[in-house]
Antibody
């Protein structure tokens, strides 16, 4: 059973860069067949897709966040990372990593991490 | 403002049946597969339904999914108090080239 675990600072200052890592265990990212996603949830709100990466490094980002977001993968360490630059209070959210079957016309997330709360505040 | 539209809340008594709707457009639901998630308070979402109506192993057959045109529906029969949660629909949007979700529906089992 694949397990995902997010980690990173819980507090980031405005204008700085938010950085999170998602460690994947029980399966190898480089096996292929899956996209590895970041999804966030603002306090008391719904889900917002941030983007995904394939093991090859291919990425796709939410157009609304694309200019500030970078997702990368380290297949040797079996983890993916998220960076969001120039953060504001509007980036305060629980950030989830999630696995998605790499298939056309779908965005189904079958495995999720427990989530990491990131607060943007001075 | 979510791309997919869900009712903010639904409620029903234990043992009854309930449906949750999810409305979109031809660029998302109309041409892509819908998935449904359940989120208990303080926990991560969990996949309930994929490919419009398929149940992953572990999803009870009390849960069903359907789709017609640009709308999808999650059905739950024989409601239990443990079904109280937030439910989200999601799919891919070809025009946005992005994953999209509904705003979520809070299910209350009275």
């Amino acid at each position: 059973q694949v397990q995902l675990q997010e980690s990173g600072p819980g507090l980031v200052k405005p204008s700085q860069t938010l950085s999170l890592t998602c460690n994947v265990s029980g399966g190898s990212i480089s096996s292929g067949g899956y996209y590895w996603n970041w999804i966030r949830q603002h306090p008391g709100k719904g889900l917002e897709w941030i983007g995904y990466i394939y093991y090859s490094g291919y990425t796709s980002y939410n157009p609304s966040l694309k200019s500030r977001v970078t997702i990368s993968v380290d297949t040797s360490e079996n983890h993916l990372s998220l960076k969001v630059t120039s953060v504001t209070a509007a980036d305060t959210a629980v950030y989830y990593c999630a696995r998605q079957r790499a298939a056309l016309r779908r965005a189904e997330f079958d495995n999720w991490g427990q989530g990491a709360l990131v607060t943007v505040s001075s | 403002q979510s791309v997919l539209t869900q009712p903010p809340s639904v409620s029903a008594a234990p043992g009854q049946n309930v449906t949750i709707s999810c409305s979109g457009s031809s660029s998302n639901i109309g041409n892509n597969y819908v998935s449904w998630y359940r989120q208990l308070p303080g926990t991560a979402p969990k996949l309930l339904i994929y490919d419009d109506h398929q149940r992953p192993s572990g999803t009870p057959d009390r849960f069903s999914g359907s789709k017609s045109g640009t709308s999808a529906t999650l059905g739950i029969t024989g409601l239990q108090t443990g079904d109280e949660a937030d439910y989200y629909c999601g799919t891919w949007d070809g025009s946005l080239s992005a994953g999209v979700f509904g705003g979520g529906t809070k299910l209350t089992v009275l």
